[in-house]
């Protein structure tokens, strides 16, 4: 249906569909996971963005459930996706039809998220790059301070506290966690990108450090090859 959508209406109309289309999915499955006890999670602070047009949100990244719990609470996000998810046949068509944009070249991505910025849309983005190698903040990299300064918006870091490595890199795919998953999502500061991205980059490294020293509990252990085995659930 999202492909077909894609091809017959026209991007004023298709693109906030889209996004809130996988706002309200992503919604429905942290309902689910909240119902049967798998994942408490506090997530009341993104409201406050909900009306913040033309924003940059740069999230630590612990797990792979990031993007989800963000995207579950806000209607006009835009990410950076991969480019071979363009051409899945189950997620190619709501990708294409909420206007994300391909990682697969650097200076049109940039170019294109920047104008995505500027017509009103929030675009989500991970600095580090990749989830959180080495708890609490992975290196930092420039490219969200370069589309934020070609957009002439404002940087909302998003500060992600999770009470387990479920699903962080390094994670075995078939090993079960501990249950419930513990998340809270709170809002950290807001920057401007000045004369230097350079200096945005080393303002938010130091942001996140001051307000993550905790972010993984003991439990990070767990996945390290020479630490004892976490208990597992039942």
């Known amino acids: 249906m999202a492909a077909l959508l894609y091809r017959v209406m026209p991007r004023r109309l298709g693109e906030p569909l889209g996004q809130f289309a996988i706002m309200l999915g992503f919604r429905w499955l942290i309902g689910v996971m909240r119902f049967t006890g798998v994942l408490h999670v506090d997530l009341r602070e993104l409201d406050r963005l909900r009306d913040d047009n033309g924003i940059v949100l740069v999230p630590?990244?612990?797990?792979?459930?990031?993007?989800?719990?963000?995207?579950?609470?806000?209607?006009?996000?835009?990410?950076?996706?991969?480019?071979?998810?363009?051409?899945?046949?189950?997620?190619?068509?709501?990708?294409?039809?909420?206007?994300?944009?391909?990682?697969?070249?650097?200076?049109?991505?940039?170019?294109?998220?920047?104008?995505?910025?500027?017509?009103?849309?929030?675009?989500?983005?991970f600095p580090e790059g990749s989830r959180t190698a080495t708890p609490p903040v992975g290196h930092i990299h420039r490219s969200f301070a370069v589309m934020a300064k070609a957009a002439g918006a404002p940087v909302q870091a998003v500060l992600i506290e999770a009470d387990s490595p479920y699903l962080a890199k390094g994670w075995p795919l078939f090993r079960r966690p501990v249950l419930p998953l513990v998340f809270r999502v709170r809002l950290g500061e807001r920057f401007i990108v000045g004369a230097s991205t350079d200096d945005c980059v080393a303002r938010l490294e130091r942001h996140y450090r001051a307000e993550l020293p905790g972010c993984w509990p003991p439990a990070w252990l767990a996945i390290q090859p020479a630490a004892a085995p976490r208990k597992q659930a039942a």
């Open 60 to 125: 630590n990244h612990p797990t792979m459930l990031d993007a989800v719990l963000i995207m579950s609470r806000l209607p006009r996000v835009v990410c950076i996706t991969k480019a071979a998810l363009w051409d899945n046949w189950a997620l190619g068509g709501g990708i294409r039809l909420a206007g994300y944009m391909p990682n697969d070249a650097p200076l049109p991505m940039m170019r294109r998220a920047a104008q995505a910025v500027q017509a009103g849309n929030q675009l989500l983005i």
